[in-house]
């Protein structure tokens, strides 16, 4: 009991060192004080219920031969120098964060939190981090691609995309958490973390919980410039191919859109600019078109309007049938002056008026709005009007109706009024709903507002009164110079090697290779199964034609000379040509059986076509 009491003294040595800094020897030769500290010691250990410890501690004593205080004391020290340490290093970290850092904050739900993301899945001194998200980059229609990288299938006749996800390579963004970078021989420090919300009335008005993303960006340095310039050079390179392209934006899902704001909107597309060349329309029009919109943009125009106390506001009614090009005029109109694009159709059904002025309020400065259909604002809706066109063919059984008595009863009366109630409860978008948005209190100034119609007749004074639409363009079925213009435009781009050689053999009028007009025009027309087999890659990608670029404008005139003026639309026209991309003098050839198909087709209403 002796030895162990002493060596509880030992013990309790180790553990509280301080407080028996002075005390030294394992084997204390002053009795009373070893009895004073044993007696304590005694007391002490029932408490703090170490007294089963105490065999094994002198159990570890008598084996390691030295006393194991010292290991006690050591590790004592270690983790107290540790915590000293620790401490010692928040203190220090955080007077240099608050004292030489800055930092700028980034939220999920801005837009450059996406041109920073771009940026750093684009550094390979952040992909080298240890700690990474991958993420699957999905590639738009429009992003360049190698024919290289496409396989074949077994015949090698057609393109096989069965292994494009698996060759396309993930994204590496940096993960959660801190990370620490350089940029132009500055220090940056990354940290993104991820928080939940409730989001209270989400969809059918229950709360979930929702993850919102923040990024924060320090830099050692007693201003933010440094992280502004970073921020700066990302969005730029964000915007790098900016020139060359359109964004297409349509309203965000009703979900999204009650969060207001940047979230109204959401892109849709980025394409390629529309060459405002390949829009075939009188020169004078379109040049009268984009010399207002160029005026109206000019950064003198806010003090000019302002000083003659007339709102900043420009509207254009682009009116014609349908496949006329009214759709791809705001495109390239968007391009030229390099505008994203902001589409809204009146025929959405959860278009409701608040939304229709909550996207108008949330424009950007300069942008083109794309209101389509704008001949639905407070008119029947389409499924009305199908009904007034499906009136005539229903006489039968209209006559039927009259002759059947009040009592009988059908089920497609029943249906039919279903069918009333649930459009009486969906209204859309009423006219003076469209006025509000168009000029309204929440009506954003400097926007290009574009507005189309097949049906100009059927608008309402009040929405083209000058002030709302300020210039109209009317849109019409392809003229024969048009349609010389289309052709032209099919074929000029893809002249990139033409057969001058072999075209140049040839009699005027005689098919290629001396084959009939019929056949098919690449080489692999020498087997029976030829015409069914696709063209192969290298034909359709050198932009061979079975004419040569010195005939294109004659056989674009004789070709306009078989299409009637004014019968079909441009859309049509180039639908026809499409079938026949590589194969001009083929589409000169059947352009009057089909022009004569088209037009009996017309005639009598059918939809089935009997040549394409
Ligand atoms: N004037 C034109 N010049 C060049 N291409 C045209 C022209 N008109 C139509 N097209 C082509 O036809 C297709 C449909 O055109 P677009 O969508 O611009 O017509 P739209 O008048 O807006 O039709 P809708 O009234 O049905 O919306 C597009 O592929 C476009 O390239």
């Not at 801005?110 to 700690?131: E, F, G, T």
């Not at 009614?317 to 090009?325: A, C, D, K, W």
Request: charged share 25%.
């Amino acid at each position: 009991m002796g030895t162990a009491n002493m060596d509880m003294g030992a013990f309790f040595r180790g553990l509280l060192p301080t407080a028996v800094a002075n005390e030294t020897g394992f084997a204390a030769n002053d009795s009373s004080t070893h009895n004073m500290h044993a007696n304590v010691i005694e007391s002490l250990l029932p408490l703090i219920g170490l007294r089963s410890f105490a065999p094994m501690y002198s159990f570890i004593g008598n084996w390691l031969g030295y006393d194991p205080t010292f290991i006690l004391t050591a590790l004592g020290f270690l983790w107290a120098s540790n915590k000293v340490m620790r401490q010692m290093y928040h203190l220090f970290y955080g007077l240099i964060t608050e004292h030489l850092m800055s930092t700028i904050h980034i939220s999920s739900t801005d837009d450059i939190y996406l041109h920073i993301m771009k940026w750093l899945a684009m550094q390979p001194k952040m992909v080298n981090s240890r700690a990474l998200t991958a993420e699957t980059v999905s590639k738009t229609a429009w992003e360049d691609e190698e024919e290289s990288n496409v396989a074949r299938d077994l015949s090698g006749l057609y393109l096989n995309f069965s292994n494009q996800e698996a060759r396309a390579p993930p994204q590496y963004v940096p993960a959660l958490g801190l990370h620490n970078f350089w940029w132009k021989g500055q220090y940056f420090r990354l940290h993104r973390k991820k928080e939940s919300f409730l989001d209270e009335g989400g969809a059918n008005g229950i709360s979930t919980f929702k993850d919102k993303e923040d990024l924060m960006i320090s830099c050692l340095w007693r201003s933010p410039e440094p992280i502004k310039q970073l921020l700066a050079h990302a969005k730029q390179n964000y915007y790098s191919d900016h020139q060359a392209r359109t964004i297409v934006k349509r309203p965000s899902p009703q979900n999204l859109r009650r969060y207001g704001g940047h979230y109204n909107w959401q892109q849709v597309a980025n394409r390629p600019v529309r060459d405002m060349r390949t829009v075939v329309l009188d020169q004078r029009q379109k040049l009268r078109v984009l010399a207002d919109i160029n005026e109206y943009l000019h950064p003198e125009s806010p003090r000019w309007y302002a000083n003659r106390g007339i709102p900043l506001r420009r509207g254009y009614l682009f009116h014609g049938p349908p496949g006329t090009g009214k759709t791809s005029l705001s495109f390239a109109l968007a391009g030229v002056f390099g505008l994203d694009i902001h589409v809204i159709s009146l025929l959405e059904p959860s278009l409701t008026e608040e939304d229709l002025s909550a996207l108008f309020n949330s424009l950007p400065r300069r942008c083109v709005v794309l209101l389509e259909d704008i001949d639905t604002a407070g008119l029947r809706r389409p499924s009305e009007e199908l009904e007034q066109v499906q009136k005539p063919k229903d006489d039968k059984s209209s006559k039927d109706d009259a002759k059947s008595t009040p009592n009988d009863w059908k089920v497609s009366d029943l249906a039919k009024a279903l069918k009333k109630d649930t459009d009486d409860q969906k209204k859309g978008i009423s006219l003076s709903g469209l006025l509000n948005a168009i000029d309204g209190v929440a009506s954003h100034e400097g926007r290009v507002l574009i507005m189309t119609t097949n049906v100009p007749e059927s608008l309402d004074d009040a929405l083209i009164r000058p002030g709302r639409v300020d210039l109209q363009v009317a849109f019409t079925n392809a003229t024969k110079i048009q349609a010389q213009e289309l052709f032209i435009r099919m074929y000029e781009g893809d002249q990139g090697r033409p057969r001058h050689s072999r075209a140049k053999q040839q009699e005027p009028g005689t098919p290629m290779n001396g084959k009939s007009a019929e056949a098919p025009t690449n080489d692999h027309t020498t087997t029976a199964a030829a015409p069914l087999a696709p063209e192969t890659s290298s034909a359709v990608a050198s932009g061979d034609l079975d004419i040569s670029l010195d005939e294109l404008p004659h056989i674009a005139r004789e070709f306009s000379d078989r299409i009637p003026d004014g019968e079909f639309s441009p859309a049509e026209i180039q639908g026809y040509l499409l079938k026949r991309k590589k194969h001009p003098r083929k589409a000169l050839e059947e352009a009057g059986v089909w022009a004569e198909a088209m037009v009996r087709q017309k005639a009598s209403k059918t939809k089935i076509l009997q040549v394409q």
